[in-house]
C-alpha cells in the first residue's frame, strides 16, 4: 500500500487561490477561519492521516472486522486511532457549538475528510457516518433529542449509522417493511431487518445511534409512509436496546469497516421529524454521504496516483523511443514512456479535478447552512442538488478508472497484494454501488433536477460556465480552452433539449440516456474547474510567483485534460442521442445464454 501524503499545497491552491477561502468566509461572517487558521488545521490533519490512519489501511484490509456472538471486532490498530481522533477533538470541528462543537464551517471538514478518506477509507467511515447523523438530527430532532444524541456525537463517545436497506430493497425504499409502532410511552417499537449497515456494530465507541427508516403502522403505502427513527444500541438510561447485529458481510474491499446484518426485534425508536416525511428528512443524511462517497472517488484517485507516480520515477523497462533518458542506468525509467505518461496524467487529472469539484461543493455547503442572504441560500442550495448526483456518480466513475490505471502502471506488481494497488481498486469499487448506485444517480439528475425542473437547474450552471468562459480575453493562453468550453456549455442545452422531446414521447428515453449524460456532464464540469485552475495558475506566473513548476504543472495537466480527456464527451453525446429503441428491442425471453 502506497503511504499516503497528504497534498497540503495542492489544498492550498484549491482553497485560498481558486476558489478564494478569505472571501467565502468572510461573506459567510466566519472570519475565524483565516488562512492560517485552515493551513494550520490541515497541517495537523495531514500529520493524523499520514502517520497514524495510513499505516493502518493495510492492516485492515489483511484482518478485515471479526464477528463474534452479536459483537465486532474492528482491525488492530482502528480503537486506538479512534481515541486519538477523538482526544484530538476532531468530530467537533464542524459541529454547533451549542452541543460542544466548534463551530467552524462545514467546509473546512470537508478538507479534513478528504484526507482521512485518502489515508484510510475504510477507518475513515466510522466517525464518516456519524457526522451524517450529526447532520440529521441538528436538522430534524427536537431539542431533547440534540440535547441527549448530538452532545455525544459531538464529542465522538458514541458514534451513527443510516440504515436504509434491507434484504429486498436498496434503490427502491418505497417497499420497505420495517415497522414502528406507538407506544403508550410515547416512543416506537421497531421491527424488522436492515442489511449493509456501514458501521453498524464494532468496538470503537460506547454508544452507536442507528437513524432507521421505518413505517408506522397504517402509514400509506410507498416513499409517502416512511418515518424516520432514532433508535440507541444502548438507551439514554443505559439499558441495552432491542437492536442487534446478526452478522458481518464478507466483501471484495473496504474489510476494516464493518458491514452489519442488523435485527431490531422490538427495539425502541424515536421518532424524528413529522411522521410519514421520513424519506425527506433522511435526505439530509443522503446527500451528505453522497458528498462523502464521490470524496472515496478522488481519495482513491489520489492514492493510487501517489503510489504509481512513485513507482514510475522508480521501475526501469526499455529506452524512450526519442533516444537514451537514463545512461547511466540499465533501462530508462517507465515515466519517459508516452503510455505511462497518460495514465499518470489520467489519475492526477481526476485527483485534482475532482478535489477542486469536492470542495467547491464544500462552499456551496456552507452557503445553504450560513449565508446571510436568502437568495444566495436558494441559489446555492439549487446548485448543490445539480452537482450532487454528478459528483457522485462521476467522481466514483473515474475514480475507479484513476485506481484502474494504477495497477497497470505497476504492470504485474500492480495484480500482487504485498503493493496494495490492487486495494484501492477493490475498496473504491463500492463507491460506484452504495449511496445510490451510478444508475440511480443519472436519472435522479436527468430525470428529477434536469428534466422535472424544465433545464433550470442546467441553465443555472451553464450561466456560471458561459460567466467565466466570456471572461477569457482573446490575449489570454487558454482562449483555446475556453472556446472549447463555451461549444460544450452550449451543446449541452441542445443534447438536453433534444433528449427532453423524445421523452415525451417514451419515458424510457431518459433511462436509456441517462448514465451517458451524466458522464458527459461530469466531463464538462471538471473541465469548467480545470480551466478555473488554469487561468488562477497563469495569474500567480504572471505576477511572478516563484514555484513555477507547481503552476506550470496546474495549466500542463488543464491542457492534457482538454486535449485528452474532454473528448470522450463526444462519444457519450453520441451514445445518449442513439435513442433506447437499441436497448428495448431484444425481447427478455430472448436474452439467452
Ligand atoms: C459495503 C456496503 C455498504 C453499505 N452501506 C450501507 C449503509 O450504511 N446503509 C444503508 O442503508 N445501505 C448501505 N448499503 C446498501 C447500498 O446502498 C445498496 O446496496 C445500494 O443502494 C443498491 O441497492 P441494492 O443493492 O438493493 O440494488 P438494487 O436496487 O437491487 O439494484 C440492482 C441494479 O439495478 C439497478 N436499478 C435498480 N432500479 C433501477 C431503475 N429504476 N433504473 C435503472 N436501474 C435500476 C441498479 O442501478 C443496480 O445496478 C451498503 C452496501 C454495501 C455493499
Given at each position: 500500500m502506497p503511504a499516503y501524503k497528504a497534498p497540503l499545497r495542492d489544498l492550498q491552491f484549491v482553497l485560498h487561490e481558486v476558489l478564494d477561502s478569505s472571501s467565502h468566509y468572510q461573506s459567510l461572517g466566519a472570519s475565524e477561519a483565516s488562512r492560517d487558521m485552515i493551513d494550520a488545521i490541515m497541517s495537523e490533519a495531514g500529520k493524523f492521516c499520514e502517520e497514524i490512519l495510513s499505516p493502518l489501511n493495510k492492516v485492515g484490509d489483511d484482518e478485515g472486522c471479526t464477528f463474534n456472538q452479536g459483537e465486532v471486532r474492528t482491525p488492530t490498530g482502528y480503537r486506538q486511532a479512534y481515541q486519538q481522533w477523538v482526544d484530538n477533538g476532531w468530530p467537533s470541528l464542524a459541529q454547533p457549538e451549542a452541543y460542544g462543537?466548534?463551530?467552524?464551517?462545514?467546509s473546512i471538514g470537508s478538507v479534513v475528510s478528504e484526507m482521512v478518506s485518502g489515508a484510510n477509507w475504510s477507518w475513515g467511515m466510522y466517525p464518516g457516518l456519524s457526522h451524517g447523523a450529526m447532520n440529521t438530527i441538528e436538522m430534524h430532532g427536537t431539542p431533547e433529542q440534540k440535547e441527549v444524541y448530538l452532545t455525544k456525537l459531538v464529542s465522538g463517545e458514541w458514534t451513527g449509522t443510516m440504515c436504509l436497506t434491507e434484504p429486498h430493497c436498496g434503490s427502491d425504499l418505497g417497499t420497505l417493511k420495517t415497522k414502528a409502532e406507538l407506544t403508550s410511552d410515547g416512543s416506537y417499537s421497531i421491527n424488522g431487518t436492515k442489511i449493509f449497515i456501514s458501521s453498524g456494530e464494532h468496538d470503537m465507541s460506547e454508544n452507536i445511534i442507528h437513524i432507521v427508516l421505518a413505517r408506522i403502522n397504517g402509514a400509506p403505502e410507498g416513499t409517502k409512509g416512511i418515518s424516520l427513527f432514532i433508535v440507541p444500541k444502548f438507551l439514554p438510561d443505559g439499558t441495552r436496546n432491542e437492536v442487534q447485529c446478526g452478522s458481518i458481510e464478507h466483501k471484495m474491499?473496504?474489510?476494516?469497516n464493518s458491514t452489519c446484518v442488523m435485527n431490531f426485534d422490538n427495539a425502541k425508536g424515536f421518532l424524528v421529524g413529522p411522521e410519514n416525511s421520513g424519506l425527506k428528512c433522511m435526505f439530509t443524511f443522503m446527500n451528505f454521504a453522497r458528498l462523502g462517497t464521490a470524496m472515496q472517488g478522488v481519495a482513491s484517485a489520489e492514492l493510487s496516483f501517489q503510489g504509481a507516480l512513485t513507482y514510475a520515477k522508480e521501475r526501469l523497462a526499455m529506452r524512450s523511443l526519442t533516444g537514451v533518458?537514463?545512461?547511466?542506468?540499465i533501462a530508462d525509467p517507465i515515466i519517459v514512456h508516452p503510455d505511462v505518461r497518460r495514465m499518470l496524467l489520467t489519475q492526477k487529472a481526476f485527483a485534482e479535478g475532482g478535489r477542486i469539484m469536492m470542495h467547491d461543493a464544500g462552499f456551496l455547503v456552507d452557503k445553504v447552512k450560513s449565508s446571510v442572504s436568502d437568495d444566495e441560500k436558494n441559489e446555492a442550495n439549487e446548485l448543490l442538488s445539480f452537482l450532487t448526483p454528478i459528483a457522485k456518480a462521476f467522481l466514483t466513475e473515474v475514480g475507479t478508472e484513476a485506481a484502474n490505471l494504477g495497477v497497470q502502471v505497476y504492470g504485474g506488481h500492480g495484480f500482487i497484494k504485498e503493493w496494495g494497488m490492487e486495494q484501492i481498486v477493490r475498496d473504491n469499487r463500492i463507491s460506484q454501488l452504495y449511496e445510490g448506485t451510478t444508475g440511480i444517480q443519472a436519472l435522479d439528475l436527468l430525470g428529477r433536477k434536469v428534466l422535472m425542473s424544465q433545464g433550470q437547474s442546467l441553465r443555472r450552471f451553464t450561466k456560471i460556465v458561459h460567466r467565466l468562459c466570456k471572461s477569457v480575453g482573446s490575449s489570454s493562453p487558454h482562449k483555446a480552452m475556453a472556446k472549447r468550453l463555451a461549444e460544450l456549455n452550449k451543446e449541452w442545452g441542445d443534447v438536453t433539449m433534444k433528449i427532453g422531446m423524445k421523452a415525451m414521447t417514451n419515458r424510457d428515453e431518459v433511462g436509456g440516456a441517462s448514465v451517458d449524460y451524466l458522464m458527459y456532464s461530469g466531463y464538462i464540469v471538471m473541465a469548467y474547474y480545470w480551466l478555473r485552475m488554469a487561468l488562477t495558475a497563469q495569474e500567480a506566473l504572471s505576477e511572478g510567483a516563484s514555484e513555477t513548476d507547481f503552476y506550470n504543472s496546474k495549466i500542463k495537466t488543464a491542457q492534457f485534460y482538454f486535449a485528452r480527456i474532454l473528448p470522450r464527451t463526444e462519444s457519450h453525446k453520441i451514445s445518449m442521442l442513439a435513442g433506447v429503441d437499441t436497448l428495448m428491442a431484444l425481447d427478455e425471453a430472448h436474452f439467452s445464454f
Open positions: 462543537g466548534q463551530g467552524l464551517p462545514d474491499g473496504i474489510h476494516g533518458k537514463a545512461p547511466d542506468k
